[in-house]
């Protein structure tokens, strides 16, 4: 799994951010979108969720977490995509790459400000153009 950075370590790396960018929009997070607005279009959502309460609530919340924990297992498993032998460590470091992804969506939401509507579109097809050139790399590689 060494080699396979050293190999092939910027298509990776595009593959990487590509996946960052998209768990911050499927998550709905600060540079896509904020909860905490009163914006017409987050207000539609909101009040889907805030119609419920108790188990109900609980499994939508619950819903959210395990998409944003999906996306940044995804994310965590292309950084550090070897394993130590152990199960123990390999639990303990599968969870601190964790850690780190999720330290990283949280200073990406506290540096970035929320996108304009017309602007998140651009943000996504970012994430697009960022798995194109790692596909033309790597199929140019492999030539």
């Known amino acids: ?11 990776l790396l595009f593959v990487t951010i590509a996946f960052f960018i998209v768990l911050l929009t499927e998550s709905s997070r600060v540079p896509v979108d904020d909860p905490a607005t009163h914006l017409e279009l987050t207000m539609i959502h909101e009040v889907m969720v805030l119609d419920h309460s108790g188990p109900d609530f609980a499994l939508i919340e619950l819903g959210s977490f ?15 995509p070897f394993t130590l ?50 596909t033309v790399i790597t199929l140019e590689f492999i030539k």
């Open 66 to 80: 395990l998409k944003l924990f999906f996306y940044s297992t995804l994310i965590s498993r292309l950084i550090c």
């Open 1 to 11: 799994p060494f080699g396979l950075w050293q190999a092939a370590g910027p298509p």
């Open 85 to 134: 032998g152990h199960a123990a460590a390999d639990a303990g470091l599968f969870f601190i790459v964790l850690g780190l992804v999720y330290t990283a969506v949280g200073v990406t939401e506290s540096v970035m400000a929320r996108y304009r509507m017309d602007k998140v579109p651009q943000f996504v097809l970012t994430s697009f153009a960022l798995a194109f050139f790692a």
